[in-house]
């Protein structure tokens, strides 16, 4: 199956209609949109990507579940209620479970539905094991973000698979799997083959998401078009 693809705002600071022009130009279908960071896309709002066609896939937040400061409170949430969109958030280590579940249900309330809850791979929160269990559990869906499935993981081939029923997005950067610790981008063909089997099995889970500083946006997405095909 034939994956969607699609840009970070992360990638740039870019105005709305700056990154509608990207989409145009390289073919993408959807965005996945950075909430509460003082972006420039923030200041035209999400309404111009959606009468373009342009999906947006979700509003990515703070918001760290099961953390005892947990708050709801934010931009990417309004944005994600006002137009029916998913909300990327974090899943902290070790939560007390009765905390997680009840942040989840207040979450869910505000959103209409758990299932538009997505946790993200990422340095600094709680593994693929912790994620399967919530997920599966809540409905909530995990989006696989390839440098950060190897930052938190001993086996990230393993652990994609362990979570790869409730992957709903896959965010794709270019980096060396030999060194987990903070590190520039670098274009997609420097992937390693373990990470180019991730990617590949992916593929079919949702939309392929270009999050990346390594300013090779045209190469990039040509990479990801052909693994797509």
């Not at 066609?53 to 760290?64: K, P």
């Not at 709680?126 to 399967?132: H, I, P, R, S, W």
């Not at 991730?198 to 946006?217: Q, T």
Request: hydrophobic share 45%; with cysteine.
């Amino acid at each position: 199956m034939k994956a969607p693809i699609g840009i970070s705002s992360s990638c740039g600071d870019w105005t709305t209609l700056e990154l509608v022009e990207i989409c145009k130009l390289h073919g993408l279908g959807c965005v996945d949109l950075r909430a509460g960071r003082g972006q420039r896309w923030e200041l035209e709002g999400a309404g111009e990507f959606l009468s373009h066609g342009i999906g947006v896939t979700f509003f990515g937040s703070d918001i760290v579940i099961g953390d005892p400061n947990f708050s709801i409170s934010g931009r990417a949430l309004d944005l994600a209620v006002l137009h029916n969109v998913a909300i990327r958030v974090f899943l902290a280590h070790n939560a007390d479970v009765g905390l997680l579940d009840n942040h989840i249900e207040v979450l869910a309330e505000a959103l209409g539905r758990k299932e538009m809850i997505w946790f993200e791979t990422h340095r600094g929160y709680a593994g693929a094991e912790a994620l399967a269990q919530v997920c599966s559990r809540s409905s909530c869906g995990v989006i696989l973000d390839n440098f950060g499935l190897f930052q938190i993981s001993e086996d990230p081939e393993q652990d994609a698979d362990l979570l790869g029923r409730y992957v709903r997005a896959m965010q794709v950067k270019g980096f060396s799997d030999i060194f987990k610790g903070v590190q520039k981008h670098v274009t997609l063909s420097n992937l390693s083959n373990i990470q180019m089997r991730i990617i590949a099995k992916s593929l079919d889970k949702g939309p392929v998401i270009l999050e990346s500083k390594a300013g090779s946006l045209d190469e990039d997405f040509e990479f990801i078009r052909d693994m797509s095909l």
